[in-house]
């Protein structure tokens, strides 16, 4: 114990932190007395970047001024308004511009993507995902196994960890692969899995996947704003995201989608089906700017993964990202990775000496976590609840996930090393 790091010391590195301005752009909920409450659940809700209000307070100013004519003369016109967050998404994914677009919510986005890339042939009818993945993702994948007349029971793999293991190291999804990567038509992977936190190497699940024949495409609700990430070069197929998480984008904020551009070239412009295996689901949004309020009954594609685009997106869903992006912008996600991995690492450090009370089930390898770590707590559902309980009357808001397992995420825009430190104290005090 007696190398357990000091609240000064954590204070000293606060001190010395080049971001830790970042902080005070960000709303942090406050108590009952108004203190900030030690806010670790940027996994779950990322806080609200304050220059969102004025973003928002724009369009319904513009709104309330113009009506109909915003879509035009908007400050930020309406009708391309999901440009203004494609080069802070491209940086953050490692995307082209043309592979990378806001609309709708991930479930929605996956949904579109799978419609496009789920094409069971032949023998190789299966879809491959983690065991224990978001149920959102398994809903997604079961359905469309069924919506094509196929059995989700059988037709589903889902790959757990070895015996005794939480976490899935990539050898074991190459060894899966290698032995039964012929039946598999697409692998769905996390990049960040969000109950144990581990990371995974996007790149060589991908080419995993491609050497036996079968899609990749990734779920990165827990990656994006989080880890930083090369989808061009890891030439995965496809990928999806929500915004509400690290992006800050705030609650329902609009989701996000990436092709890559090698399927979008190929495939034809003026048709639904080509290139990839299966059709595009189209609406009008996909179609090509310049022409889409023709109306004609003829598809025309806008370039890239635009033409996945159906609808015109929610301008209210979209406008806090604006303000988040442009902080993602300005602090760089180099630099945020590096805080991160310090701040992360930190916390580690100070929880270690409570093994093996609360287990750290998160891989502490750099390349194998983000912010997030998972902590099992010892007892089972019954002391993991009243724990969490108890550290929540001492303001430190971080979740909870049946049955033995507390999530907490230090993110690196908005929290201090101090906030690491409070927590493992808050938690050394409860387990007393
Ligand atoms: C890993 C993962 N996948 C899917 C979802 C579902 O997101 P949405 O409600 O935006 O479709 C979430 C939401 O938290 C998630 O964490």
């Not at 928002?56 to 100013?61: G, V």
């Not at 496809?238 to 915004?243: G, K, T, Y």
């Amino acid at each position: 114990m007696s190398d357990t790091p000091t609240f000064a010391s954590a204070q000293a590195r606060d001190a010395a932190d080049p971001l830790r301005a970042f902080r005070a752009r960000f709303a942090l909920p406050p108590d009952e007395h108004g203190t900030p409450l030690t806010y670790l659940c940027g996994h779950s809700l990322g806080l609200l970047p304050l220059a969102a209000r004025e973003v928002i307070a724009q369009e319904l100013d513009d709104w309330a001024h113009l009506g109909v004519e915003g879509h035009e003369h908007a400050r930020r016109p309406w009708v391309p308004y999901h440009e203004n967050l494609t080069a802070g998404l491209a940086t953050l994914t490692g995307a082209r511009a043309a592979e990378v677009v806001a609309m709708n919510s991930l479930t929605v986005n996956l949904h579109l993507m799978l419609a496009s890339f789920y094409r069971p042939r032949g023998g190789r009818t299966r879809i491959l995902i983690e065991a224990g993945a978001f149920s959102s993702d398994r809903h997604a994948v079961a359905s469309q196994i069924a919506w094509r007349g196929l059995e989700p029971d059988t037709t589903l793999l889902e790959l757990a960890p070895r015996a005794g293991a939480d976490t899935v190291p990539e050898e074991l999804i190459e060894e899966f692969l290698e032995a039964r990567g012929e039946e598999i038509a697409l692998v769905l992977w996390p990049g960040v899995q969000f109950r144990t936190g581990q990371a995974f190497d996007l790149a060589r699940i991908t080419r995993a996947a491609h050497a036996h024949g079968c899609i990749a495409g990734f779920d990165l609700a827990h990656s994006i704003g989080n880890v930083p990430l090369a989808l061009h070069a890891t030439d995965a197929d496809f990928a999806v995201w929500c915004s509400y998480k690290y992006l800050n984008g705030g609650p329902g904020a609009i989701g996000g989608c990436f092709v890559h551009q090698r399927h979008t070239d190929a495939q034809p412009r003026t048709q639904h089906s080509g290139a990839l295996p299966g059709a595009r689901l189209a609406g009008w949004w996909g179609h090509e700017a310049p022409t889409r309020f023709l109306m004609e009954p003829q598809f025309q594609a806008a370039t890239g993964v635009a033409a996945w685009q159906l609808s015109n997106p929610s301008i209210l869903a979209a406008a806090p990202l604006i303000a988040s992006l442009a902080i993602f912008e300005e602090a760089g996600i180099g630099a945020l990775r590096e805080k991160s991995l310090a701040l992360t690492g930190f916390l580690a450090q100070l929880l270690a000496p409570l093994e093996p009370r609360v287990h750290i089930i998160t891989p502490l390898a750099p390349a194998q976590h983000g912010c997030q770590l998972s902590l099992r707590i010892a007892g089972r559902t019954a002391r993991g609840r009243q724990l969490f309980e108890a550290l929540a009357k001492r303001g430190m808001v971080c979740d909870w996930r049946a049955p033995d397992i507390i999530r907490v995420a230090p993110v690196p825009l908005y929290n201090r090393f101090a906030d690491a430190w409070l927590f493992a104290q808050a938690l050394r005090e409860v387990l007393a």
